[in-house]
């Protein structure tokens, strides 16, 4: 629902300027908006979450997104609008941490990675239905009343996964529930303003002219410095730090940490660069436009599955083939337009480029967060989970930001040649891609040799069980009995 909610937001921006005269900036807000409040909402969400029960949390972000769906519906300026998307961002921000916390709670080893792959599969479908849900719905309904129903949608959602959360969510027992802790108000603020600081330039690219806005990112990475100094000082003297910093000294997380971020800065441009050149360049209706990159979601919804099944076998390799596929993909994406691009057929023979990137890309998210989360304690899984997507926000708003920029220099430079824009912002994201990959092997060539180095000594065998499954811990049973 949260995923559904950006995708198809974006094919009902044109409904809504012209239904309540919103503006440019507005409708800006109405996509940035969410996402800043989204990203803003993880890391605290999932701290209360670890201390306060992950249910209640869970219950509590859908409450409020369901609530904030039936005021954007019922807006009747775009002010209200935006206010209402900004709390939408809330209750996403608020209920996305629960998620991977639930999974790592609830499930071990093998299963744990088909849990994280069926995870992966849904977001691909929300990514891939929303585009069409969205162009169909203002089809259908028209322009006036047609936006208002992309958010009323959520409403039957929002109460039946209420409902179905208090009886298929085991509530915390009392002898496992995690200890009362103090929530680090001076890590939250910190945190929130660099974050902050980090993301609006991007939100507020089109609107705030000229370079200034971009020393916010020095501010930003200066705050963050400052937050890890305070969260180091505040664990020395005993107090729990909003984050656990010893968690990236597990070599699975912050290597699969990093890699989340390289990578949603280069795949998430991808989306960016193709909808501005299929709209603007070929001239496509929005519809045609979302159907033109649906391969990449939809080959990511089925192959999410598959990867789920095979990382607590294949490990890092598994991720490591899945982002040479992404890459490979984008090149052969690349090629077509550049031979193809200034026909109206050119999203045709996109189709294969794309559907064998989003198949790698479904071999990478879901498999990347099993390794990443595998060695985390299961008190700590959803601030650890909620750090891991507050990172991929960030690399989503510099990758999108460094990515469009090449696309609309290239654009104005070139005379309006869309075609070469959009090649060149390919492979811009095709380069930041490769970072991910990189990263990834390194990963993988420093396992291999930690094995070695270990094989000799007593119990080395279990190494591989241990990166892949994490700590032993005791199981949950769910209310039906089943482990």
Partial sequence: MTLLDVSIVNVALPSIREGIGASTSELQWVVSGYALTFGLALVPSGRLGDARGRRTMFIVGVALFTLSSLSAGLAPTALLLVVSRLVQGV???????????????????????KAFGWLGTVIGISTAVGPV??????????????????????????????????????????????????????????????????????VQEQQWQGTAKWWLVVLGAALLALFVLWERRYAARGHAPLVDLTLFSLQSYSAGSALALAYFSGFTGIFFVLTLYFQGGLHYTPLAAGLAVTPFAAGSAVA???????????????????LVAVVVGLVLTAVALARFGDSPSAGWWTVAPLLLAGVGSGLVISPNQTLTLSEVP????????GVVQTGQRIGTAAGIALVGSIYFS???????????????????????????????????????????????????????HEAMTGPEEPSRTTPEGRR
């Fill in 91 to 113: 209750g996403g921000g608020i209920l996305n941490p629960q998620i991977s916390g639930l999974i790592q709670e609830l499930f071990r080893g093998p299963e744990r990675g």
């Fill in 133 to 202: 849900l969205g162009g169909l719905i203002i089809r259908v309904l028209g322009v006036e009343a047609g936006w208002r129903w992309i958010f009323f949608v959520n409403i039957p959602i929002g109460l039946a996964a209420i409902a179905l959360s208090t009886r298929l969510i085991p509530a915390p027992e009392p002898a496992e529930a995690a200890p009362r802790r103090d929530l680090d108000l001076v890590g939250v603020g910190l945190l929130g303003a660099g974050v902050l600081a980090l993301l609006l330039p991007r």
């Fill in 304 to 322: 999410a599955a598959v990867g789920g099944r095979l990382v607590s076998r294949a490990g890092r390799r598994l991720v490591v083939v899945g």
């Fill in 378 to 385: 299961v008190r700590q899984a959803g601030t650890a989970g």
């Fill in 410 to 464: 290239t654009l104005a430079s070139s005379h309006g040649d869309y075609t070469n824009a959009a090649s060149q912002g390919l492979r811009a994201a095709t380069a930041l891609t490769a970072v991910s990959l990189a990263i990834g092997i390194g990963d993988l060539v420093r396992t291999r040799r930690r094995r070695a180095a270990g094989a000799a000594r007593p119990g080395a065998g279990s190494d591989r």
